[in-house]
């Protein structure tokens, strides 16, 4: 064992241990590495959230706040007119349809146009329409068909009726019954999506 003193500062060497030649550097004790040393990325262990996030949000984030406030405007007029949770929340779901796939329509149509540049006639509309459902629209049909005709209406409707002996109990509840559909929603869109790639690996 011997020591080395760097900048004034003393290192213990031990053969094979940490200091030594055979130490790993950014470790610690038990071996794990250590954030901030040479070879380790100090944000990986941030990374994939943040990846994530902002995957999410290019992809889907203008068209919830505008499949948001299509559903609320439905809820509000359905509730108003009728004064039956299940119509406003028949309603509210239309709505948020309207709302959440114009703007996701319009975007898929922008990217599309954009990847078939170097085509022209019926072959780039072709290649254009197929782009879309490949990389936007095949796996929100999957999670929408469960969504639109059960999950979404059950839940806003179920949480407003729920929580209306609460002082806006109805709109809590809208609101709480959007979150869990949502959730649903999310899930379903990313096992679909995902379910290709899983398949290749096994295989």
Avoid: N
């Avoid at 706040?65 to 509730?79: I, K, S």
């Avoid at 078939?116 to 019926?122: I, K, R």
């Avoid at 806003?156 to 959007?178: E, S």
């Amino acid at each position: 064992m011997s020591e080395l003193v760097i900048d004034g500062a003393v290192a213990t060497l031990r053969p094979g241990g940490s200091g030594g030649p055979g130490a790993s550097a950014g470790a610690d004790a038990s071996g794990r590495p250590e954030t901030g040393w040479p070879g380790t990325s100090a944000g990986a262990g941030e990374a994939r959230p943040a990846g994530w996030w902002q995957a999410w949000r290019a992809r889907f984030g203008l068209a919830e706040v505008c499949g948001t406030l299509t559903a609320l405007a439905g809820f509000t007029v359905g509730y108003l007119q009728a004064g039956s949770l299940l119509a406003a929340a028949g309603l509210a779901t239309i709505c948020e349809a309207i709302g959440f796939y114009g703007c996701i329509g319009a975007k898929t149509a922008a990217a599309a146009r954009r990847a078939t540049t170097h085509l022209g006639g019926w072959r780039r509309l072709a290649t254009g329409a197929w782009h879309a459902v490949r990389e936007q629209l095949a796996s929100c049909a999957v999670a929408e068909i469960a969504d639109g005709f059960l999950i979404r209406p059950g839940c806003m409707a179920g949480a407003a009726w729920l929580l209306r002996p609460l002082p806006g109990g109805i709109w809590l509840g809208f609101l709480a019954g959007k979150a869990a559909a949502d959730v649903a929603w999310y899930t379903l869109e990313a096992s679909v999506r995902r379910a290709p790639a899983v398949r290749i690996s096994r295989s």
